[in-house]
Nanobody
Framework: QVLLVESGGGFNQAGGSLRLSCAAS????????MGWYRQAPGKQRESVAT???????NYADSVKGRFTISRDDAKNTVFLQMTSLKPEDTAVYYC?????????????WGEGTQVTVSS
């Protein structure tokens, strides 16, 4: 079994910064792609940023230039540095990881962390 736990969410004002972390634990052999997604009230979950095992990143247009995704493979952790926050960034943020374990290869999701940005 693999567990993903997010941390770092909270309340912030527009223009502020937050750093999210997501640590994977369990029977992990290796981790392929990792990513951050978000879901605002009444909206579908959307991709925010992804990073491959080789470090290639991809961002939603709405966060380009403001958010930075990174990973620490020694700690099985992915980060999302968020700057210049906007009220429209308010959402529950979820991390996801494509993990190879003794059970095979599958995607795992965290429980989510709330980010609230006031104007």
């Amino acid at each position: 079994q693999v567990l993903l736990v997010e941390s770092g969410g909270g309340f912030n004002q527009a223009g502020g910064s937050l750093r999210l972390s997501c640590a994977a634990s369990g029977s992990i052999i290796s981790i392929n792609n990792m990513g951050w997604y978000r879901q605002a009230p009444g909206k579908q979950r959307e991709s925010v940023a992804t990073i491959t095992a080789t470090g290639t990143t991809n961002y939603a247009d709405s966060v380009k230039g403001r958010f930075t995704i990174s990973r620490d493979d020694a700690k099985n952790t992915v980060f999302l540095q968020m700057t210049s926050l906007k009220p429209e960034d308010t959402a529950v943020y979820y991390c996801s990881a494509n993990v190879r374990s003794w059970l095979g290869i599958r995607d795992y999701w965290g429980e989510g962390t709330q980010v609230t940005v006031s104007s």
